[in-house]
């Protein structure tokens, strides 16, 4: 048993006696009204996402759920194959279970998966990755006065602002939470 308040997303939660995997989860306070938990939870079996409003002090039983770490190996027309490191076993990740994480998925990326019985219910990238600009625009001279930010597109296609001094080529870090850049990698 949690409360409301530790949800967290890629949490596995039991909710009106349906498994769900927990989507977003923002702590909400109102000036002198009680504050709440607002949550999207994933149903595991539909599919579908629902809103959901709990009170800080209601409980959620969790199932019982391993972690354990994965390898990202390749995408191909049936999904996202990923490898077991203790067994060499690879396994088919549906689109829909790996969901946002795809826009900063690279080949040889060191994932966590979630399992309830035997089965990945929840992707999870690390929460900063190293990925290189395929492409932005150049910087504009005379334009210095104060911080310029400009779009850049990634190996991996997602697009993130950038500061105007970073180029094509370079390597950055990006917060996979946020998406936003972090800063360039050594």
């Known amino acids: 048993m949690i ?8 949490k596995t939660v039991l909710y009106e006696g349906q498994l769900y995997v927990v989507h977003d989860a923002q702590h909400v306070a109102k000036g002198n009204k009680r504050s709440y938990m607002q949550a999207k939870l994933k149903s595991f079996k539909q599919g579908n996402v629902i809103d959901v409003r709990f009170r800080v002090d209601d409980t959620l039983e969790v199932p019982f759920v391993e972690a354990k770490e994965y ?12 490898m077991d490191h203790n ?6 990740v549906t689109p829909e ?15 966590s998966c979630q399992l309830l019985d035997g089965q990945i219910i929840s992707f999870e990238l690390p929460n900063t ?11 504009v001279k005379g334009a210095t006065a ?3 930010m400009k779009d850049a597109t990634l190996e991996t296609g997602a697009r993130v602002k950038v500061p105007g001094f970073v180029e094509p080529g370079d390597k950055i870090r990006v917060d996979t939470r946020t998406g936003a850049y972090l800063d360039r990698a050594k």
């Open 146 to 148: 104060s911080a310029q």
């Open 97 to 111: 279970i790996v969901g946002d994480a795809k826009a900063y998925l690279t080949p040889n990326e060191k994932i």
């Open 87 to 92: 067994t060499y076993d690879q396994i088919t």
């Open 71 to 82: 390898e990202f190996l390749y995408e191909d027309a049936t999904g996202f194959v990923i």
């Open 3 to 10: 409360k409301a308040v530790d949800l967290r997303k890629g």
């Open 129 to 139: 990755v190293t990925l290189t600009i395929a492409d932005t625009p150049p910087v």
